[in-house]
């Protein structure tokens, strides 16, 4: 593994150990270069994916931009960040398991919306207004009442 500080392409592994969901290997690394310290993570990857996009343009996966946009949704959230992995590694893995080596990001985004409303309904509404391109305060109270369900009383 190559240091991101200095270069370096020989770093020492020093610790090694599952992450909480156990779905990944965090490993700790330390450069003899320059001292650097620094951590990887190593997951189990089924299969490449290919996203295509509304516009036909097609992307390669990225866990990570997926967690990112899932992070903005849950900003300031009381959400613990153990809950938010595993709902992404959750994602990744129906996502690897479709078969398809090609996924439409209407498929993601749908996945990512029934995550985030089990986790929190505000960082579910918060992603719908930018998923569905919420235009007016109609947009927002469709998907409140969807949220509260129909006859439910509160």
């Excluded at 295509?52 to 899932?70: E, I």
């Amino acid at each position: 593994m190559r240091c991101p500080y200095c270069g370096n392409e020989d770093t020492q592994v020093k610790d090694s150990r599952p992450t909480e969901d156990n779905t990944a290997i965090r490993r700790r690394r330390f450069c003899p270069g320059c001292g650097g310290r620094f951590t990887t993570f190593e997951r189990i990857q089924l299969r490449e994916l290919t996203i295509v996009k509304s516009s036909g343009r097609r992307v390669p996966f990225d866990r990570d931009k997926l967690m990112r946009s899932v992070q903005v949704a849950m900003r300031k959230r009381p959400v613990e960040a153990e809950r938010v992995e595993r709902m992404v590694s959750g994602i990744v893995r129906r996502l690897e398991s479709m078969g398809e080596p090609e996924i439409p990001s209407q498929v993601v985004g749908e996945l990512i919306m029934e995550g985030l409303r089990s986790l929190d309904d505000i960082a579910y509404v918060r992603f719908a207004s930018v998923y569905k391109n919420f235009r007016e305060a109609k947009d927002f109270e469709e998907v409140l009442g969807e949220l509260s369900g129909p006859g439910e009383d509160d």
